[in-house]
């Protein structure tokens, strides 16, 4: 470090140039192993939590650059950005690091397209303002076929969370905070300590009646990536997904309540794993 720069704005070149790195070292092995197979078998095969050279281990540089920054939020990482923007060296790596997220962005577009992920979520666009009651789904706990007629009627609200997948973290946090207000599934269903009814949707039935799609750029654009990053930096894992569940870990989710005869009287559709409305809206809503 030369004589008389600042140790903090110095501190934070140095993480950012570590972080923007190994950035650029993932998505550059991302966009070669897509070239050498098809986009559904790179996905599936090339893009997993418990693989560190994936695009997920931008999660974990992520998590490593707060550590060096001693912060635990994306937020408080940026605010010391801010603060030392007067150092040259700084600015410029700021200039790496967001033609990175250009970059990481555009890829996942690219892979969207390829799949049509994007005409897909388009068609749905005009989510149904009513479920039929006839609809028949599974229940996780005993495996027999239910109607959702079973919950609707006697005079009450419903409320549906259609999560992502079954090793989504902030999908169980997201009941986790639910729950204070008031082999696959059954795995999911014992992990979490889970109270409320579960229900399958093997044809996605729910998921294509809400027009909720699915998309790569969605998951795991770079700013989320560096949010889910908050969770690691505060000693939380990423459930590991089970080898025998075909999940798909781009679907989208959502959160509606339904009154009688399945009418919709609230509806959330997620634009992304964090976007998800908070207990207090979903309570008003229950409540009108």
Request: aromatic residues 6%.
């Amino acid at each position: 470090m030369a004589a008389g720069a600042d140790p903090a704005a110095a501190s934070c070149v140095k993480a950012l140039v570590a972080f923007v790195e190994r950035g650029k070292a993932l998505l550059e092995r991302a966009e070669t192993q897509s070239r050498e197979d098809s986009p559904q078998d790179f996905i599936r095969q090339k893009i997993r939590i418990e693989q560190k050279q994936s695009l997920l281990g931008l999660i974990e540089a992520a998590a490593d650059l707060y550590r060096s920054l001693s912060v635990k939020k994306k937020a408080d990482a940026e605010h010391l950005w801010r603060i030392n923007n007067h150092c040259a060296a700084l600015r410029a790596v700021l200039t790496d690091f967001k033609q990175l997220e250009m970059q990481w962005d555009s890829f996942l577009q690219r892979l969207d397209d390829e799949l049509q992920l994007s005409a897909k979520t388009l068609e749905r666009d005009h989510p149904s303002k009513c479920v039929s009651p006839d609809t028949s789904l599974i229940s996780a706990r005993t495996g027999e076929e239910v109607r959702l007629e079973k919950y609707l009627g006697r005079g009450k609200k419903i409320l549906l969370v259609l999560i992502r997948q079954f090793s989504c973290l902030l999908c169980r946090l997201h009941l986790k905070d639910l729950e204070k207000n008031q082999e696959g599934a059954l795995h999911w269903l014992q992990e979490t300590g889970c109270q409320y009814d579960m229900l399958l949707d093997p044809e996605r039935k729910m998921y294509a009646a809400f027009g909720l799609g699915a998309s790569l750029k969605k998951v795991l654009n770079f700013s989320n990536m560096l949010l889910y990053a908050e969770y690691v930096a505060d000693d939380m894992e990423f459930p590991r997904e089970l080898p025998s569940i075909q999940d798909d870990m781009f679907q989208l989710g959502g959160d509606f309540v339904l009154g009688e005869h399945g009418r919709v009287l609230f509806s959330h559709c997620c634009q992304s794993p964090i976007d998800r409305p908070s207990v207090d809206l979903i309570l008003s809503a229950v409540g009108r």
